[in-house]
């Protein structure tokens, strides 16, 4: 456990253990869904291949961290690039990071790429990140909605949250559903990111179009590259998991990282 933002929050270092410290650690940033758990053995694999460590760890409201103030706020992901991810790294004694970042925990990353005055942020990756609402992103996130609400869905989640499966689910589906997240936005931090930075997307993700991974692109510039995958959806490391490894592997090291 470590504290940050004034909670106790879960993490796992995975990868090698004898590495030189000044080698960058790739920190991973799960989705709106998601925890240290959820990520499986896709952080470990990829460490190991890269010869890198990796540091998980679930934000507050998921996984076994501390719960979270409901209802979160419209600008909840502002708060966790500018003021979380840091605190986390520090905590946790990292100087140098490579930021892997999963859906809400990619868009995450691009606020905390885009305000760090560190230094430390040495590339960014993301997977099906958002840097504005979409109407399919609605349509969807009603659909999980229904899903937890009569489904099963719900019981699903709880072997991964725990007590904390409300809070994980509500903290999530009630802000991205509130009317007023429907002009949230996050491309005025893009043009402050000037680290090399690869932006992924299943080519058939339910929560977001292309549109999402042009304006990323559009927004950082020279640095940026895309990759549209195909016959994925929603989570490339874990539908298209070796395509997707591959990627990442290829593109840490043409910056040899």
């Known amino acids: ?130 840097v504005f609402n979409e109407d399919i992103s609605v349509k969807s996130i009603k659909v999980a909605k229904i899903a937890y609400d009569e489904g099963d869905l719900r019981q699903r989640l709880t072997k991964y949250h725990g007590e904390n499966v409300d809070c994980a689910f509500r903290g999530w589906n009630d802000v991205w559903l509130h009317r007023d997240f429907r002009q949230w936005n996050i491309e005025e931090f893009l043009p402050g990111i000037d680290v090399p930075t690869l932006v992924l997307q299943g080519a058939d993700d339910p929560y977001g179009t292309q549109k999402q991974v042009e304006a990323i692109v559009a927004g950082i510039g020279g640095q940026a590259q895309k990759h549209i995958i195909a016959d994925c959806g929603h989570s490339p490391h874990l539908e298209q998991r070796e395509e997707t490894r591959q990627l990442v592997v290829a593109f840490i090291r043409r910056y040899g990282l």
Not at 60 to 68: L, W
Request: with cysteine; glycine share 14%.
């Open 1 to 130: 456990m470590i504290i940050a933002d004034g909670r106790q929050l879960e993490c796992q270092w995975v990868g090698l253990v004898d590495v030189d410290d000044d080698k960058p650690v790739l920190v991973f940033l799960h989705e709106g869904l998601g925890c240290v758990a959820l990520w499986r053995d896709f952080p470990d694999v990829l460490c190991r291949e890269l010869g890198l460590r990796g540091f998980v760890y679930s934000r507050a409201g998921y996984g076994g961290s501390d719960a979270c103030d409901l209802p979160r706020p419209v600008s909840f992901m502002h708060h966790e690039g500018e003021n979380v991810v840091p605190q986390v790294l520090d905590a946790a004694g990292i100087n140098k990071a490579i930021v892997i970042g999963h859906s809400d925990g990619g868009s995450i990353g691009l606020v905390h790429a885009g305000t760090d005055k560190s230094g430390r942020i040495c590339a960014v990756v993301t997977m099906a990140a958002h």
